[in-house]
């Protein structure tokens, strides 16, 4: 039987406002790039007649993680950017930790998109992000200092600030956790997300209205030194210095500071290329991942659209980032983890530690059911898997397929992290390749072995491997299609 819905009726069709800009990126005061405007159909409409026409694809590439973090986005999006016209980063905050090698310099990215590096792209950090201000603008110091351009990066008035009592609850959070502890890497990034959900949240356009944001300060602090003092047994923080040091941020930070609404909607009516850049990987989602195990934010396709307010109609390509093996730090359920010397090896090989924190991180096979979980849930068509060189000395590689537990297989990640930690995965052993891939340039230059492991990656997670990634440098990338 099917259930009758109340007819509301439909909205008659109304004129798009356009902002008095449009046709432009209008940023910092300059104009970036002018194209005119296009007149006529939006969407899909346009999509297939600017297709037909061999005009510009409407083009909005999502990249995320697939895994729990770690897994190269950095160096992919570095790749791509020169070719897309504007980065958004939609979540977290300087939890993540993206490293790109450009001609032997490393940059460690934290908020800032990886973008940056590119000259013609507009970089936005977008309202879904929790910002700190003391970590922005170190980083963009050292960007100054490397010489790199940061005129096109701007500041959505509506993402979250990290205040300086949230790293401080995250860390009493963290010891009164004890064993339990969720392994956070103490920026403050929970304890943020959790004062935005509870709606006492400092917002980077707050930062512009200091009456209000003294008031506001004045209420919030006192409950979050209550918070500390009665329960934590900690010293409180003191209004006039955090009102000090934020004024000063604003002054720094004022002219990046946009309603980046404009900016994004006039984008996607001029047809320009937008690529979101993930951070932290689908299996920490809030709701996806390994719960209680996550981060505090989403990750995901999801994560990406919300935090831009870019809408789902208008992506066109969802990519993601694998390594060739998994890694995750922090504590949960982790079923393809290696302890022994080959987790060892691994690790000492593919350099895994803590791009933030330093950390070693936890090393294990790669797990296509958590690939194909990914896949599934965020619609990923295109697969970078990046680090194949790590396991170029490894005599017999294994990839989980699935997993058993309690005589039941199971094909993904259950949400029991209980029986996911005791899972056995049910593991396909293939040939190793015992030859370095460093120099291969192009995908059929690996070896047979090492083609046949990437293929097979793609095929269980079930999307195509376009992009593989031999080692840290812009030219350790093959490219078998294009990603944008
Ligand atoms: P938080 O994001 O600092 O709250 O940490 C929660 C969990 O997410 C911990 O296990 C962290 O190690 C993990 N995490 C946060 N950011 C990253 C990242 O960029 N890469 C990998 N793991 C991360």
């Given at each position: 039987?099917t259930?009758?819905?109340?007819?509301r009726g439909?909205?008659?069709?109304?004129?798009?406002?356009?902002?008095p800009n449009a046709?432009?990126?209008?940023?910092?005061?300059?104009?970036?790039?002018?194209?005119p405007?296009?007149r006529?159909?939006?969407?899909?409409?346009?999509?297939a007649?600017?297709?037909?026409?061999?005009?510009?694809?409407i083009?909005?590439t999502i990249?995320?993680?697939?895994?729990?973090g770690?897994e190269?986005?950095g160096k992919?999006?570095?790749l791509?950017?020169g070719?897309?016209?504007?980065v958004?980063?939609?979540?977290?905050?300087?939890n993540a930790?993206?490293?790109?090698?450009v001609?032997?310099?490393?940059?460690?990215?934290?908020?800032?998109?990886?973008g940056?590096?590119?000259?013609?792209?507009?970089?936005?950090i977008?309202?879904?992000?929790v910002?700190?201000?003391?970590?922005f603008?170190?980083?963009?110091d050292e960007?100054?200092a490397?010489?790199v351009?940061t005129d096109?990066?701007?500041?959505s008035?509506?993402?979250h600030?990290?205040?300086?009592?949230?790293?401080?609850?995250?860390?009493?959070?963290?010891q009164?956790?004890?064993?339990?502890?969720?392994?956070t890497?103490h920026?403050?990034i929970?304890?943020?997300?959790?004062?935005?959900?509870?709606?006492v949240?400092?917002r980077?356009?707050?930062l512009?209205k200091?009456v209000?944001l003294?008031k506001?300060?004045?209420?919030?602090?006192?409950?979050?030194n209550?918070?500390l003092?009665?329960?934590?047994?900690?010293?409180?923080?003191?209004?006039r210095?955090?009102?000090?040091?934020?004024l000063e941020?604003a002054e720094?930070?004022?002219p990046?500071?946009?309603?980046?609404?404009?900016?994004?909607q006039?984008?996607?009516?001029e047809?320009?290329?937008?690529?979101?850049?993930?951070a932290?990987?689908?299996m920490?989602?809030?709701d996806?991942g390994?719960?209680?195990?996550?981060?505090s934010?989403?990750?995901?396709?999801?994560?990406a659209?919300?935090?831009?307010?870019i809408?789902?109609?208008?992506?066109?390509?969802t990519i993601g980032?694998?390594k060739?093996y998994?890694?995750r730090v922090?504590y949960?359920?982790?079923?393809t983890?290696?302890?022994?010397?080959?987790g060892e090896l691994?690790?000492?090989?593919?350099?895994?530690?803590?791009t933030?924190?330093?950390?070693?991180?936890?090393?294990?096979w790669?797990?296509?059911?958590v690939?194909?979980?990914?896949v599934?849930?965020?619609?990923i068509?295109?697969?970078?898997?990046?680090?194949?060189?790590?396991?170029?000395q490894?005599e017999?590689?294994?990839?989980a397929t699935g997993?058993?537990?309690?005589?039941e297989?199971?094909?993904h990640?259950?949400?029991?992290?209980?029986?996911l930690k005791?899972?056995e995965?049910?593991?396909?052993?293939?040939?190793g390749?015992?030859?370095?891939?460093?120099?291969?340039?192009?995908f059929?230059?690996?070896?047979?072995a090492?083609q046949?492991?990437?293929?097979?990656?793609?095929?269980l997670?079930?999307?195509?491997v376009?992009?593989?990634s031999v080692?840290?440098d812009?030219?350790?990338t093959?490219?078998?299609?294009?990603?944008v």
């Open positions: 039987m259930i009758a819905l109340p007819d439909l909205p008659s069709p109304k004129q798009v406002e356009r902002p046709g432009r990126l209008e940023l910092v005061g300059r104009v970036v790039a002018v194209r405007p296009r006529g159909a939006t969407g899909y409409a346009a999509r007649r600017s297709v037909s026409e061999g005009g510009p694809v083009s909005v990249l995320i993680g697939g895994q729990w770690d190269g986005k992919v999006i570095d791509l950017a070719s897309v016209d504007m958004v980063r939609s979540q977290g905050g300087d930790g993206h490293t790109v090698v001609d032997g310099q490393t940059f460690k990215f934290r908020l800032i998109p990886s940056i590096l590119s000259p013609t792209t507009t970089c936005v977008g309202h879904g992000m910002v700190n201000p003391k970590s603008l170190a980083e963009l960007l100054h490397h010489g351009n096109n990066l701007v500041i008035d509506r993402a600030m990290v205040m300086p009592y949230h790293p401080v609850f995250d860390r009493l959070g963290e009164q956790r004890g064993d339990d502890r969720l392994g890497t920026r403050g929970g304890p943020a997300y959790e004062d935005k959900v509870r709606r949240g400092f980077v356009g707050d512009t200091p209000f003294e506001k300060l004045r209420f919030v602090l006192r409950l979050k209550e918070s003092t009665r329960l934590y047994d900690h010293e409180p923080f003191d209004e210095a955090i009102l000090d040091e934020y941020y720094r930070l004022g990046r500071i946009r309603d980046i609404y404009p900016i994004i006039g984008a996607l009516r047809d320009r290329r937008i690529l979101c850049e993930g932290q990987g689908a920490l989602d809030l996806l390994t719960y209680p195990y996550v981060t934010s989403a990750p995901t396709a999801g994560g659209l919300t935090g831009s307010g809408p789902p109609s208008k992506v066109t390509r980032v694998f060739a998994t890694t922090g949960g359920p982790f079923p983890e290696l302890e022994g010397a080959l691994i690790r000492e090989v593919g350099s895994e530690f803590g933030v924190t330093g950390r070693a991180r936890r090393v294990g790669f797990d296509a059911a690939a194909r979980y990914s599934n849930t965020n619609g068509d295109s697969m970078a898997i990046t680090k194949v060189d790590v396991l170029d490894i017999t590689v294994r990839i997993y058993l537990s309690k005589g297989h199971w094909d990640p259950m949400s029991n992290i209980s029986h005791h899972a995965p049910v593991y396909e052993e293939m040939p390749w015992l030859t370095s891939t460093r120099d291969c340039r192009r059929e230059d690996l070896p047979a090492c046949a492991y990437v293929e097979r990656l793609g095929e997670a079930g999307a195509s376009d992009v593989v080692g840290p812009r030219e350790h093959l490219v078998r299609r294009s990603m």
